[in-house]
């Protein structure tokens, strides 16, 4: 499996900070079956903002670092990015990353606070980019209409595995499966912090079982290939 969200790389945001933590994360990953791993760090301006050259370097060092430790898993770089106003000057500026280099850009908003969501995503389209919007269970204001529109205008979507083994509760399982089985999740991913390893080899055990091993293939390791990881 390929994992596209994580907070494993250290000492960038509220995920890892240390490189003990780190390896360890990635072993157990490995121990789960998962091969590559995209570290995306959070853009949170304000909070982790303006730290993109940081990022890249702590990549450079950490990369290294994962090959000495001998861990059969390949580590990626990403970001995720909280939007606001000035992402697409930022974006336009090469402040912010993508999906290891590719046209694809990993976009998070607040969980409870009202965001256009569509219109970032439709903004940042039109810029050539290609959106692919984070655990959107999490947005209480995203409605289903919204997403179909999201998926219509070309974005891609990306579900917690946590959500789908139901360890967030009902709603978000609830939410999660009528999404897959609508066909419109491109994506599930850890989001890890610390732990939460064991729970995508869980939900795919789920997703399989529930929508096919085809779809499963799909949302845990070939959708990632459009990021050139293999
Ligand atoms: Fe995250």
Not at 44 to 59: A, C, S
Not at 119 to 125: E, G, H, M, Q
Not at 172 to 194: E, N, P, Q, R, W
Request: some cysteine.
């Amino acid at each position: 499996m390929t994992d596209i969200h994580s907070h494993i790389l250290p000492f960038v945001d509220d995920g890892s900070d240390s490189y003990e933590k780190s390896f360890e994360m990635l072993k157990r990953a490995a121990e789960y079956g998962i091969t590559n791993v995209v570290l995306t760090p959070h853009f949170k301006r304000g909070v982790y903002g303006n730290n993109t050259e940081k990022v890249k370097q702590e990549f450079e060092k950490f990369q290294i670092a994962v090959k000495e430790q001998n861990i059969p898993v390949k580590v990626y770089l990403g970001q995720e990015i909280l939007c606001d106003s000035k992402i697409y000057e930022d974006l336009k500026n090469g402040n912010l990353l993508t999906f290891n280099d590719s046209k694809y850009v990993f976009l998070d908003f607040d969980y409870f606070e009202y965001s256009d969501i569509a219109d970032f995503a439709y903004n940042i389209k039109a810029m050539g980019y290609i959106p692919v919007i984070a655990h959107i269970e999490r947005y209480k204001y995203l409605s289903a209409n919204t997403l179909i529109s999201l998926k219509n205008d070309g974005a891609l979507i990306q579900v917690n595995a946590a959500s789908v083994t139901g360890k967030y509760g009902r709603a978000f399982k609830k939410k999660v499966f009528a999404a897959i089985k609508s066909g419109l999740v491109d994506f599930v991913a850890t989001d890890t912090h610390y732990g939460r390893q064991e729970s995508l080899e869980q939900a795919y055990k789920i997703v399989a079982k529930r929508f096919g091993k085809e779809t499963a293939e799909k949302l845990f390791l070939k959708n990632a290939e459009k990021f050139n990881i293999i």
